[in-house]
């Protein structure tokens, strides 16, 4: 069973700021991951698929990368509507989530 | 644009079934290429995947809560369901139906989520 560990858990960080989160593999997976965004009291949303395509509608300011057991989101410029919580995924499996915060 | 509504009981005593049902429009649960979910959320907690059905009626689901679960689909009806027996107050949970494709297990639509408690 494939286990993704996410870090750090929390990045402090404030609008205007780049934020850069880690998710990785136990074992290799390619590119097959995704990334979601979760705001409170909504489901997740799908931004990147294999490792670095953007779902439809997801702004250029996210961007995906890695392949093997290294993979990482990147928000170029953060906007309020980016602080949430953030998910990868492999098949059935889900990292842990790193929470985006205003600093 | 596909639409997914969970339905069902939202209060659950513990030892018995939780039931749930995931009404599908804007679209058909008998297209190919995608699985149809069920995914699961403790309050504060990350996501964790329950199962999964596809449009043949095959099922998938996570090894840790195999013994207990049951996912079903009504063609005719455009849904499909959970059983989730013997619940304890861990099984406590925003509950999501959900669309995944087959090819990555992406899930690119999701219900809004309902909330399920388990409580005598």
């Known amino acids: ?103 | 644009q596909l639409q997914l509504q969970e339905s069902g009981s939202g209060l659950v005593k513990p030892s018995q079934t939780l039931s749930l049902t995931c009404a599908v429009s804007g679209g058909s649960i008998s297209s190919g290429g995608y699985s149809w979910s069920w995914i699961r959320q403790p309050p504060g907690k990350g996501l964790e995947w329950i199962g999964y059905i596809y449009q043949t009626g095959s099922t998938y689901y996570n090894p840790s809560l195999k013994s207990r679960v049951t996912i079903s689909v009504d063609r005719s009806k455009n849904q499909f369901s959970l059983r989730l027996s013997s619940v304890t107050a861990a099984d406590t949970a925003v509950y999501y139906c959900a669309r995944a494709a087959t090819y990555g297990d992406y899930v690119d639509y999701w219900g809004q989520g309902t909330l399920v408690t388990v409580s005598s």
């Open chain 1, 1 to 103: 069973e494939i286990v993704l560990t996410q870090s750090p858990a929390t990045l402090s960080l404030s609008p205007g700021e780049r934020a850069t989160l880690s998710c990785r593999a136990s074992q290799s997976i390619s590119s097959y991951l995704a990334w979601y965004q979760q705001k409170p009291g909504q489901a997740p949303r799908l931004l990147i698929y294999d490792a670095s395509n953007r779902a439809t509608g997801i702004p250029a300011r996210f961007s995906g990368s890695g392949s093997g057991t290294d993979f990482t989101l990147t928000i170029s410029s953060l906007e309020p509507e980016d602080f949430a919580v953030y998910y990868c995924q492999r098949e059935l499996t889900f990292g842990g989530g790193t929470k985006v915060e205003i600093k």
